[in-house]
C-alpha cells in the first residue's frame, strides 16, 4: 500500500472491491471545500471553447497569475499540472548531480534519473522534527553539483522554510551555481501572515524556479493546471520549448482565469484549514501511542509509538471503514511507524478520530 500514491482511489476501488464514490480520502490531500463555485460556473459558461484552440500565449490566464501571485506576468509559464513542469523544468537545465530534499515527491527523483542525473537525497531528520539543517545541506552542496530541489512546504513531513531561509540558500546556491527549484504545491495553506513563499525572491534571483499546481488548493486534480515562476528568460525559453504545444486546453484556461480571482473562495479556504489543522494537532497529542508533528500545510504527519502496531495495520483496518489514509512507510527516511492524513471536513475529521482511538 505504501507504492500507492496519496488520492489513488481506483487502485484502491480494484484493490478492496468499494466503490471509490463511498471512500473518504485522508491519502489525497485536496481542499475539502471543493470546486469554487466560480470554477464550475465559467466551465460551464465556456464549454463551447472546446472547438476552439486555446491561446498558445495564454495571455488572460497568465495576467490572472500574476495578479494572485504578485509576480511578473513575463515570468509565468503554464502547464498540464505541476508534473509537466517539473519535468520540462529538470530537461531543460539537464544536472549532473541533483540534491532533493527528502523524504519528498517521488516524481523529482523520477525525472532526473530519467535524464541521466545523480542523485543525492539530502534528509530531513526525525530528531530534528523533520526541520532542514541548511548548514550541513551547504556542506553536501559540491561543485558538480548543478541542481536543489526543495519542497515547500515539505510532503510528507509537514514543514516548511520561510522567505529569509529560501533566500539564504538562494545566495549561496548562485555563488555556487546550482538552480534552485522550489515546488509550492502547498504554499498556501500556511497561517495568515506566514511568509513562507518565493515567489518574491523571482524578480532577484535567476537560479530560482518555483512550481505550484491547482490540484491541491483550487481541488481541480483532473483539470491538470500547473505554472511556474522564474525571471531567466533563457530558462523560460528552454522549459515552454520542452512542453507539449496546447498542453493546458480550453476550459482548464477559463477555470484558472476564474479561480486566481475568487478572494471569498481563497480566504475562506485558508481560514478553514488553520483552524481545522489547529484543532486536529491538539486532539491528537491526546493519543497515548501518537506522535503528531506540527504542519504548515493540509496535511498531519504522524509517528506511531507502540512498535506493536505498524503503519500497514492502521492502514488496513482504516480502509475496512472506507477511511484512506496514506502510509508513510514507502517515504525514503521513514519507516513503519508513520502515518499520514489530510484535512478534510470536520465531520470527516471526527470519524477519523474516532476510528483512530479504537483501532488504538
Not at 487502485?11 to 485522508?26: A, H, M, P, T
Not at 542525473?117 to 558538480?144: A, H, M, N, R, S
Not at 504548515?296 to 492502521?314: D, G, M, P, Q
Request: glycine share 6%.
Amino acid at each position: 500500500m505504501q507504492l500507492i500514491h496519496g488520492g489513488n482511489l481506483d487502485e484502491i476501488e480494484r484493490l478492496f472491491g468499494i466503490n471509490k464514490s463511498e471512500i473518504r480520502d485522508f491519502s489525497g490531500n485536496i481542499n475539502p471545500m471543493g470546486i469554487p463555485e466560480s470554477v464550475k460556473k465559467a466551465i460551464i459558461e465556456n464549454i463551447d471553447s472546446v472547438s476552439q484552440y486555446p491561446d498558445e500565449e495564454h495571455e488572460l490566464l497568465r495576467e490572472s497569475i500574476s495578479k494572485y501571485t504578485g509576480v511578473n506576468q513575463e515570468y509565468i509559464m503554464v502547464g498540464n499540472g505541476s508534473t509537466e513542469l517539473i519535468s520540462a523544468f529538470i530537461r531543460a537545465v539537464k544536472p549532473e548531480k541533483a540534491a532533493i530534499i527528502s523524504p519528498a515527491y517521488s516524481e523529482y527523483e523520477r525525472e532526473i534519473k530519467k535524464f541521466g542525473g545523480e542523485i543525492l537525497l539530502f534528509p530531513l531528520l526525525e530528531k530534528d522534527d523533520f526541520k532542514l539543517d541548511t548548514e550541513k545541506l551547504f556542506e553536501k552542496l559540491d561543485k558538480d553539483t548543478g541542481l536543489l530541489v526543495i519542497c515547500n512546504p515539505n510532503n510528507p513531513t509537514g514543514t516548511a522554510l520561510n522567505e529569509n531561509e529560501l533566500e539564504k540558500i538562494l545566495i549561496r546556491c548562485k555563488k555556487k551555481d546550482i538552480f534552485v527549484m522550489i515546488d509550492e504545491t502547498y504554499a498556501e495553506f500556511p497561517d495568515e501572515g506566514e511568509n513562507i513563499s518565493a515567489s518574491g525572491l523571482t524578480k532577484d534571483y535567476d537560479n530560482l524556479f518555483v512550481i505550484r499546481g491547482t490540484s491541491k488548493f483550487f481541488s481541480v486534480p483532473g483539470l491538470r493546471l500547473g505554472y511556474a515562476m522564474c525571471s531567466n528568460s533563457e530558462i523560460r525559453k528552454k522549459v515552454n520549448s520542452k512542453r507539449d504545444l496546447w498542453s493546458v486546453g480550453s476550459l482548464s484556461v477559463a477555470a484558472g482565469i476564474e479561480m486566481f480571482s475568487d478572494a471569498k473562495f481563497v480566504n475562506g479556504t485558508k481560514k478553514f484549514i488553520s483552524s481545522e489543522r489547529k484543532r486536529l494537532l491538539k486532539e491528537l497529542k491526546t493519543f497515548e501511542f501518537l506522535h503528531p508533528y506540527e504542519s504548515k500545510s493540509n496535511f498531519i504527519l504522524i509517528k506511531i509509538k507502540n512498535l506493536e502496531i505498524k503503519s500497514s495495520y492502521i492502514f488496513s483496518e482504516m480502509i475496512k471503514k472506507k477511511l484512506l489514509i496514506r502510509d508513510a512507510s514507502g517515504f525514503p527516511y521513514l519507516d513503519d511507524s508513520f502515518i499520514r492524513i489530510c484535512i478534510l471536513s470536520q465531520e470527516d475529521n471526527n470519524l477519523l478520530l474516532e476510528v483512530l482511538r479504537e483501532i488504538l
